[in-house]
């Protein structure tokens, strides 16, 4: 696999460095928020620490994509690091593609 020798300082690329520090840094509370037993403190930390990372799903799902980079964290960010697939029709991540592709979009109401 080729490596990247610089990563684009782009604002796309800046959300997704950001959000993966997050993420790993809150792994252990978001796990330990799980579960039947998980304590009431412990649900609330992981879902303040999910609605921050949604908001910035949110906001990097819609900046438009300016490098093969950007797309990249794109389809990692939209698709969970591979654990889930946006709809077709509808997801922001298959309409950006079908844009950059020169496909006909249709976009929602």
């Given at each position: 696999?080729?490596?990247?020798?610089?990563?684009?300082?782009?604002?796309?690329m800046?959300l997704f460095?950001?959000?993966?520090?997050?993420?790993?840094a809150?792994?252990?509370?978001?796990?330990?928020?799980?579960?039947?037993k998980?304590?009431?403190?412990?649900r609330?930390a992981?879902?303040?620490?999910?609605?921050?990372?949604n908001?910035m799903?949110?906001?990097?799902?819609?900046?438009?994509?300016?490098c093969a980079?950007?797309?990249?964290?794109?389809?990692?960010?939209?698709?969970?690091?591979?654990?889930?697939?946006?709809?077709?029709e509808t997801?922001?991540?298959?309409?950006?593609?079908?844009?950059?592709t020169g496909?006909?979009?249709q976009r929602?109401?």
């Open positions: 696999m080729t490596e990247l020798k610089t990563i684009p300082k782009t604002p796309i800046a460095h950001k959000h993966r520090e997050i993420l790993k809150s792994a252990q509370c978001i796990i330990a928020a799980q579960g039947a998980a304590k009431t403190q412990d609330e992981a879902a303040r620490v999910i609605e921050k990372l908001k799903e949110a906001e990097l799902m819609a900046l438009p994509a300016t980079a950007d797309f990249a964290a794109k389809v990692i960010i939209d698709t969970c690091c591979g654990d889930s697939y946006p709809d077709w997801g922001a991540l298959w309409r950006e593609a079908r844009e950059l496909m006909e979009v929602p109401n």
